[in-house]
């Protein structure tokens, strides 16, 4: 048993309160501006003392922004991201742990590789490929000549015909995003801890191989899955550049580009009193998933460590 040692107790409950401290300043003063009139956020000194309008600013941006449906944008396009990103994370992690396929290890540190490429890196292909999601079958059919057979005999053009372009849909924000080589790794270093007997008794008892993924791997990777969840929803709230680049109708807009148009630029009225009250209730999605699933991200992240 540990001894108790007041000194070192109250040392470290300063240490916290500073720190605690120093992660809440800038939240404070976000609401302190948020809560003031247009006049008072522009006068020196800054007051430190929040004023009695932070409810009309809140209304006010919540108006200006259409944030209702950026909330609704941001709450589908960051489902299908984590939806994807660990569904597709767990199925490539279980094909390169359990299965033995030619170059299985290539594939593995092909996906590994992957996280030196993140999307800001190959943002202009990744636009091509999705503004024109028909560009690889129009091109196989062109060069193996299918596509002039095709129209000579019906004369059915796939060149003008197959046209998918995915710009402001939810495809196009969702689609890009959902393979994450990072989650893959974390999933089969977990895999590589779950002992060889179970995938045996499995096997004894006559289990295949989805019947085990489901009814022993699953369960296992719960807090994991729970972690990562908490992690890619964070990660797919706060996604701005794709957005921005992939968006050209304003109904498809996220909350984050919705906080954007909010913030003001030069020759505009500095109502930094509106984007502070939007930048607090942005954020508070975020802040809500954290708080609710605060145990499950713990044990989580304890678990992968083991």
Known sequence: ????NL???????????????????????????GSLTLEEVQQAPFPLVPGSHFIDNVAVAWRQGDFAQA??????????IVIGKLAISLIAAFAVTYFRFPFRMTAFWLIFVSLMLPVEVRIIPTYEAV????????????????????????????????????VNTYGGLILPLIASASATFLFRQFFLTVPEELCEAAKLDGAGPLKFFKDVLLP?????????????FLYGWNQYLWPLLFTTDKTMATAILGLKELVPVSDSVPAWNIAMSAALFVMLPPAVIILLMQ???TKGLVDSGK
Not at 10 to 31: E, K, Q, R, S
Not at 71 to 79: A, D, E, K, R
Not at 220 to 227: G, P, V
């Open 220 to 232: 296992l990777s719960t807090a994991n899955i729970a972690a990562l969840a908490i992690i890619l």
């Open 131 to 166: 503004a024109d999601a028909a560009g690889p079958i129009r091109w196989l059919s062109g060069i193996t000549g299918f596509a002039g057979l095709l129209e000579n005999l019906t004369g059915y053009s796939i060149e003008t015909s197959m046209k998918w372009n995915m």
């Open 7 to 33: 000194g070192l107790s109250i040392f470290c409950h300063v240490v916290l309160l500073v720190g605690a401290a120093f992660v809440c300043l800038p939240l404070y003063f976000a609401f302190v501006a």
């Open 295 to 297: 145990r499950w991200f």
């Open 71 to 80: 909330f609704l944008n941001s709450i589908i396009v960051t489902g299908g």
């Open 1 to 4: 048993m540990g001894e108790r």
